[in-house]
C-alpha cells in the first residue's frame, strides 16, 4: 500500500499570507494527487485532481504542483475562508490513501 | 443540484450490525463508481470501500474486509454499506463520495485515467459502544 506523508502537520498564517503545504508518497504516484480541503463538521470538498487541475468552482489562489513523489498545494493569498484541513489522497493504485492532514490556523 | 445523502448510522453495540445507505440525485448515479470513506473523531480520513457502476468491480480496506459489505441499485440511485461485527475502532463518521474520472490522452498511445472524489454527502455518525 501507497503510504502518504503531509508537512507540516499544522501551520499558522495570517490573511494574505502564501502557503504551501507538501504531500510526499511512499513511492512514485505519477499525477494521480488530488487535495482536498475540510472544514469542521464539514465534508471534504475536492480542490485539486490530477496534481494540478483546478476543480470546478475553486477560486484560482489554490495551485497544485509535482509529479512522481512530491508535491505541492499552495494558497496564493490566504483568505479567511481558508482556514481549514487539508488533505493529500493517490488515486494510483487500490487502496486510495490519504495523508493525515494539514491543519492551517489563522495566527 | 448534484446530491448524496447519507442515512442509518447509530449507536450500536460491539459485535452488532448497521446499515448505512446514501441517496444519490442531480446526476446519472448508474455512471459512477462510489465510495465509502470514513473519519475517526478527531483523526483523518480512511477510505473504507469503493464499488464500480455495474458492481463488477469491489474493493475493501484490510481494516474492514470481511466484515463489511458495500452494495447498490441503480433503479434506486442507492449505494449501501452492511456492517457486521462491529469493533469500537469502526467509530466514525461515514461518508459516501461520487468518484469523478478524466480521461488525458498519453503522450504516446493510450490514455491516462485520473480519478478523484468530487462530490461528497455531509456524513451519518457510527458509535460503536457498550
Known amino acids: 500500500d501507497i503510504q502518504m506523508t503531509q508537512s507540516p502537520s499544522s501551520l499558522s498564517a495570517s490573511v494574505g499570507d502564501r502557503v504551501t503545504i507538501t504531500c510526499r508518497a511512499s513511492?512514485?504516484?505519477?499525477?494521480?494527487l488530488n487535495w482536498y480541503q475540510q472544514k469542521p463538521g464539514k465534508a471534504p470538498k475536492l480542490l485539486i485532481y490530477a496534481a494540478s487541475s483546478l476543480q470546478s468552482g475553486v477560486p484560482s489562489r489554490f495551485s497544485g504542483s509535482g509529479s512522481g513523489t512530491d508535491f505541492t498545494l499552495t494558497i496564493s493569498s490566504l483568505q479567511p475562508e481558508d482556514f481549514a484541513t487539508y488533505y493529500c489522497q493517490q488515486s494510483y493504485s487500490t487502496p486510495p490513501s490519504f495523508g493525515q492532514g494539514t491543519r492551517l490556523e489563522i495566527k | 443540484e448534484v446530491q448524496l445523502v447519507e442515512s442509518g448510522g447509530g449507536l450500536v453495540k460491539p459485535g452488532g450490525s448497521l446499515r448505512l445507505s446514501c441517496a444519490a440525485s442531480g446526476f446519472t448515479f448508474s455512471s459512477y463508481s462510489m465510495n465509502w470513506v470514513r473519519q475517526a473523531p478527531g483523526k483523518g480520513l480512511e477510505w473504507v470501500s469503493s464499488i464500480s457502476s455495474s458492481s463488477s468491480y469491489i474493493y475493501y480496506a484490510d481494516s474492514v474486509k470481511g466484515r463489511f459489505t458495500i452494495s447498490r441499485d441503480n433503479a434506486k440511485n442507492s449505494l449501501y454499506l452492511q456492517m457486521n461485527s462491529l469493533r469500537a475502532e469502526d467509530t466514525a463518521v461515514y461518508y459516501c463520495?461520487?468518484?469523478?474520472?478524466?480521461?488525458?490522452?498519453?503522450?504516446?498511445?493510450?490514455?491516462?485515467?485520473?480519478?478523484?472524489?468530487?462530490?461528497w454527502g455531509k456524513g451519518t455518525t457510527v458509535t460503536v459502544s457498550s
Open positions: 463520495a461520487r468518484e469523478g474520472i478524466v480521461v488525458v490522452p498519453a503522450a504516446m498511445d493510450g490514455y491516462y485515467y485520473y480519478y478523484y472524489m468530487d462530490v
Open positions: 513511492q512514485s504516484i505519477s499525477s494521480y
